[in-house]
Nanobody, 124 residues
Framework: QVQLVESGGGLVQAGGSLRLSCAASGGTFSSYVMGWFRQAPGKEREFVAARGWSDTNTYYADSVKGRFTISGDHAKNTVYLQMNSLKPEDTAVYYC?????????????????WGQGTQVTVSS
């Protein structure tokens, strides 16, 4: 059973940085795509970033491109989301997602496995 556990959320001032972690277990992730999504109150879950576990293909939402970086540590089975130059509009619950054979990495329904989420709040 694949399990994903996020950590690293918190309260930060605008312009600050946070690094989210997603620890994965219960699977062999070499063929997986790992994604980050976020959901603000009253809004739909939206794509943030994704990458293939074993390749260098990365995908970013236009709203975070140049500010956020997705990376992975194979030895620790952990995926990171480095978030810099944070803005109040980045405030949301951030979710890690994973699945194999993902054709549309930007679409939430492409993923079967989800973490519980971690809150990120950016104050102005």
């Amino acid at each position: 059973q694949v399990q994903l556990v996020e950590s690293g959320g918190g309260l930060v001032q605008a312009g600050g940085s946070l690094r989210l972690s997603c620890a994965a277990s219960g699977g062999t992730f070499s063929s997986y795509v790992m994604g980050w999504f976020r959901q603000a109150p009253g809004k739909e879950r939206e794509f943030v970033a994704a990458r293939g576990w074993s390749d260098t293909n990365t995908y970013y939402a236009d709203s975070v491109k140049g500010r956020f970086t997705i990376s992975g540590d194979h030895a620790k089975n952990t995926v990171y989301l480095q978030m810099n130059s944070l803005k109040p509009e980045d405030t949301a619950v951030y979710y890690c997602a994973a699945d194999q054979l993902v054709v549309k990495p930007r679409v939430p329904t492409s993923y079967d496995y989800w973490g519980q989420g971690t809150q990120v709040t950016v104050s102005s």
